[in-house]
């Protein structure tokens, strides 16, 4: 600002020879004001500076680098440092819907890293399982840019870190730009800036390498460190992740060359002179990239290979689901199941099983986190997940956005000529797998692979792709039978073939109906009448026009077929919705196989796949391998929400095909519901609706099932949750007839879950479920809500005990509904007998069963004195309780009308298999139940209690004299000693519960 005064005063002599004093101040006056103006200028300049500064960070107090000098420059970097921490550490939604338990920091496990030489860059590890020492040195990311021989002076070094799909390279980067943020590693570089290869690529116009950071990071324009002058370069490190983007062309006539950073070139142009050292040569660079791309960059660019192995043992992949599965919330209960998930799979991952070989892939272990959070911790306060949408944001993770390059140089973006790698891998793999669900087979050969995968390839494209696709993709899906490599001779001369396996049960299952809802398995008719019928949308009605676009791809002789379609336009429509009708076909009948009816149902088999099975192996009815999962994904593919997510991976399915699919499927889901099914068939129904979340469609197939009968299965909290899903679809005045959930190993919290549930039920049955006195109080509840209209309760074989079941009574004299109530074997006893002798005056009951309860005389008669003066009860059960002949006898006699004339009514007390001297008319149903329900009680006391029955039975006959009347006993006799004679030799059944 002084130097306009020093040229002004040096002027000024020079003017004074040939002017008058009087001009001469003038013309100073004049320069004086000319100067306030300027300095007037240049201080408004300085303020307006200073209040964009302040404006722009108010908090932080840092100052926009573009007019900083050299002592802002670390306050740029911290905030840079600011910034890419935000940036990176911001999670994709597919994490996101896990409850927002992780975070970059604490659940990251690194993967094996192996230096390699060059000539064995290639190179793979001998097994996915191999848990010995690698034969290539192990290094971290750090290490890579440490001094070695490929270090010089003046020169950065170039590292190339490649893995196949799933091995965790996109996770290594992102710990590493978080770490570098955080000061933990890489300290010597004081700026990292990370660079998309796939933005890169899509880029159109020349840029300049300042161009591109300040594109991507604005807070670093002109920043001097990356002006080229100096050595200041060298506390650079440029980060290029997914190499295989670019097209990157080394040869000096295809790529020029540049040392400027402000010569604005192509983005390839520009990364391949970093690569060479030709533009910045002090920086270093780290760049990740795929198997296939390696070849992309000569050997003489890059000073260290490293390879990215995923997890080659059981710890790391332990160690990655501990640190998943235990951020659960503080809930103890919930940090012990997840300690024994673990424990689970860290045996199955020991056992060398064929889950340890998929987790070799960190992508697997993801998936197999998602799955087991899925299973096992879902509540009702979390978003809605499903399988079928993690399997889908499963690969959304790994190949978004991915498309098959062909590896040779072109400057047309990739994404004008190269088609969707997801869809490849449906039109190759999908194929694959959905020949394997058709004819039952999970194993595939060489040359099957060789068959299905390679298919009919012609041209050096298509064969550039097919290499592309067998390096990077086909080993993420399909691994090496465990079980057949244990089991390969030794002389490889041997004729055994390695057999393939997809990496988990349920991708085969996945990617065969994906394969089937896009349309890919249409017939030979199916797919001409849709060439045809887009060739006549598109020709005029010129014939001659019509002809000559046919005639290129369509045979002359089946011309007929053209005349057809354009006389009637609605053919295509009709042979269309026939193949929309056929995949709806096909997901009933899958779903409904007979062969399959009597496996455990899929929520357990998809467990069972991923935490082992331990003790005996399950027992199955069907030789074939059950693809129960096959229709269920195929319902989950047509939600909304996943086909959103499969058309960025260029996988499109119409909302017309799901409409004419689903009309189809319904029809076919009412025809099959009304058959009895298994219990087990039943919960894959309900599973199937959840996957397909449609409400209209679950209120209309619920609309013809009255009765939903779920016995001896475990049920779970996801279970209970889908059960409550799928009623409440269905409008208020639903209810079922029936809702069994008898030995289904409920809880007192899954109770609280399928409230609601309950609320559309009139028959409840929770035998054999171990609930406690707890779970009374919401029983309780249940029976007083005014929406609830249960009428009958069966409560056998839970040890609700004496306090549990007067908490249960409460809620009888303002209950107007409940008429059958079942209290066998839970521990009720004399006093609360008593009680139950007092509530039930009042109340609507019509049968009760407190058979099994240790009721004594006394107390039995209580109770049957207060239900014969009940206007309702027509029925007590009273047998297998510590009675004594007297007080039998005196319980018929008190069930009986009050006066010899015939007044009163009369109750029915089922005390023995005898009534007096004459057989009970119930004698039957009572073995029955203690039959199907002995092997879950005392034996000793059961026992002792048929005994009883045999000597009141010997008593009985004695005082017949009819002789039919004593061969009656004598079969009644026979009958209870065979089931004494069962339970002595202990080959009962499991018990089945009572419906009584």
Known sequence: MNSPGLVLTRAGPMMHEQRTFPDIKKLQNRRMSSLHRQLSQLLGVWRWKRTVDTTLYPVTGFHCSTFCSTTAEPETLEIHKRKLFLWFSHLPQEEKQFGGYFSPETMHVAPLILERKAEESAGLLSSPLQTQTPSSPTVTVEQLFERSDAWSVGRGLNVLLYGAVGTGKSTVVRKLVLDWCAGTTLTHFKLLVPFSCEDLSQLSKVASLRDLVTRKYLHLRKHPILSGEGNQAKDVLFLFNGMEKMKLDFRIGATELCSDPNEALPPCVVVVNLLRKYLLPEASILVTTRLSALDRIPQKYVSRYAQICGFNDPERQRAYFTSRLLQQSGDTARHHEAQALIELLYLNLQRESQLAAACFLPSYCWLTCATLHFLHFTDAKAPIRTLTGIHTSFLRLNFGGEVLGTGTGTNVPIQEHHSSLMLYVVRTVGKLAFDGVTYKRTSFSEKELEQWIGGKTKTDEELRQLAMFRTDVLDFFLAPCVESSKHLPEDPSKNDERRYVFAVPAMQEYLAALYVVLGENKSALEKLSKQVSVAIGQASEDVNALVSILSKFIPFRIFAVFNLLKLFPKLYEKINSRNKGGIARTMATEMFRTEDSYNEDILDQVEQNLLGVHGPQPQQCSEGQPFELYPIFMGGLLHYGNRVLLQQLGCSIQSTTVAQITNALRKYLVREISKPQPPEELMDLLVLLYEFQNPRLTAEVLASIRTIRLTNIRMTPLKCFILNYVLSCTPASYHLEELDLSSCLLTHDMLQMLWPAFRHTHNLNLQFNSLGPESC?????????????????????????ESGVCTLLEALPDNQSLTHLSLMHTGLGDQGALELAQRIRQHVLQELNVAYNNIGDNAALALVDACREHPSIHTVHLYLNPLSNVGKQSLYVRGGPKSHSGGGRRVRVL?????????????HPILSVIR??????????????LKVFLKDLEWGRQQQQSFWKRLHFRRVEKGVQQTLQLLEKDTLPPSKGYSK
């Open 932 to 945: 199907e329900n002995a092997s879950s009680w005392d034996r000793e006391r059961v026992k002792q209690q």
């Open 911 to 923: 005390a023995s298999v005898t009534e007096g001297s004459d057989i009970s008319e119930d004698w």
């Open 777 to 801: 109080i919401l029983l309780r509840n249940l029976l007083l809500d005014p929406k609830s209209s249960i009428r009958s309760l069966q409560l056998c074989d839970n040890p609700l005990l």
